[in-house]
Every structure is written in structure tokens, then in C-alpha cells.
């Protein structure tokens, strides 16, 4: 089987980091390559734009128009220089959001209009996306009860509960509307979460195996019979 983007998306507090962990033993245990990447992040330069969006800025407003072409400029930069290379080389990659996570936060949150992301979208990352996405699906005052557990809150994290509340109606809108996709009930426990997740990601892997299989198999039967009629 080919190299595959997975994608791992959640409101805060999800708790996408330990499925994550579960996800990637599960593509090494199966003998392949596994990166892993974060979004806003994940190379140099996408990294410092984490770090400047998620800052809260003294006696400056970050604009929701900023806010939304930052993510793409990082987003631009992972895609580009790590996601697709890794693809190209067979490897594996496991992200932590991608750009459901924009349609949500920025698009459901923010209440930016769905055109100008998907304009941003086409801009940036042309026809490309994940071959499976995992969301896992939390109410919002529980996950941000779990996000203040961990520590002092982001700029983005402090955006309140009826932000959060609108991106988690977007999310599940937006999945309604995706073939590869699964929903997980992350409010479980997280055995239980591990486990649906794996549930999950073994029936797609299995269902991708056997449709790259067949494939191969049409191609091979169109090369012995192109060879036969040759020989004839």
C-alpha cells in the first residue's frame, strides 16, 4: 500500500496527542515509515507563525482576516515542504489538524465565509487532502475544562464557549460531507477512545489494501494480455 496522510482533528482538549501516539504504533507495527506533523507548525518558518498566531498582543487586535491567511501561510509551508516529500518517499504522515481545522475555527468560529477559505484553499493547496480523517468529537465546556487542566490558555483557546460551540457544529457539517472520514465519541474513556480509533483506521487500511491490490491486479492482467497479443 502506498504512503497515506492521516489526519487527526478535535476541538481543544480532545486529547488528539494520545491517539496520535496510538496511530502511529499502529503504521509502524505494519512495517512503514511515520512522520508526524502539527498544524499551525511543523517546519521552521510554520512554526514561528504558530507562535505569533496563538500569542495574545498587547494593545493590538489580530484580526480574523490575519488570523485566517497566517494558518494558510503555515499550512502552505508544512504541505509543501515536508507532507508531500514524505508522500512521495512512501512515509507515512500523521497530522495533528489540517484544514478542516481552518473550515471550523476560522470559518464556524470566526464566521469567516466558506468562499474565501475554500479560495485560500485552492490558492495554497490546490486539489490536496488527507486519505483519512479522525475527528474526535468532544462538547466544548468539556474540552476546554480539559485544556485549562494543562496550563495557561492561548489566544485562540480564549476565544469562549459559543466560538468553540459554532466550530463543533461546522466540523460535524463538514464531515457529513466526507467519504474517508470517522467520527469517534471522545468524551469515552481514553481506552475506549484508542480503541474506536483503531477500529476505525484498521477497517480504512484494510478497505485502501484491498482497492490498491485490485488495482495492481487490473494492471498486470492489461500487461499479460498486451504481451500475449504481441506474441501472437
Request: charge should be negative; include cysteine; charged fraction near 20%.
Amino acid at each position: 500500500m502506498k504512503a497515506a496522510f492521516v489526519v487527526v482533528e478535535g476541538l481543544e482538549g480532545a486529547g488528539k496527542s494520545t491517539v496520535i501516539n496510538a496511530i502511529e504504533n499502529f503504521f509502524t507495527m505494519l512495517g512503514h515509515s511515520v512522520i508526524r506533523t502539527r498544524e499551525p507548525g511543523g517546519t521552521p518558518m510554520a512554526e514561528a507563525i504558530r507562535d505569533c498566531v496563538k500569542q495574545t498582543w498587547k494593545d493590538e487586535t489580530v484580526t480574523q482576516e490575519t488570523e485566517l491567511l497566517l494558518m494558510y501561510a503555515a499550512r502552505s509551508q508544512l504541505v509543501h515542504n515536508i507532507i508531500l516529500p514524505a508522500l512521495a518517499n512512501n512515509i507515512f504522515v500523521i497530522g495533528d489538524r489540517h484544514d478542516l481545522s481552518s473550515v471550523a475555527y476560522q470559518g464556524g468560529g470566526r464566521q469567516v465565509p466558506l468562499e474565501n477559505l475554500q479560495l485560500l484553499k485552492r490558492l495554497t493547496l490546490g486539489d490536496f487532502t488527507p486519505d483519512l480523517t479522525l475527528y474526535l468529537d468532544i462538547e466544548p465546556s468539556v474540552g476546554l475544562a480539559r485544556a485549562k487542566g494543562r496550563g495557561e490558555l492561548d489566544r485562540i483557546e480564549l476565544s469562549g464557549l459559543a466560538f468553540f460551540e459554532r466550530a463543533r457544529e461546522t466540523y460535524l457539517e463538514q464531515l457529513a460531507l466526507l467519504e474517508n472520514a470517522a467520527t469517534i465519541n471522545a468524551g469515552n474513556s481514553i481506552e475506549q477512545v484508542q480503541k474506536d480509533v483503531l477500529r476505525a483506521l484498521h477497517n480504512w487500511y484494510n478497505a485502501a489494501s484491498s482497492a490498491t491490490n485490485t488495482t495492481a491486479s487490473h494492471a498486470n492482467n492489461r500487461t499479460v494480455k498486451h504481451t500475449v497479443r504481441g506474441d501472437e
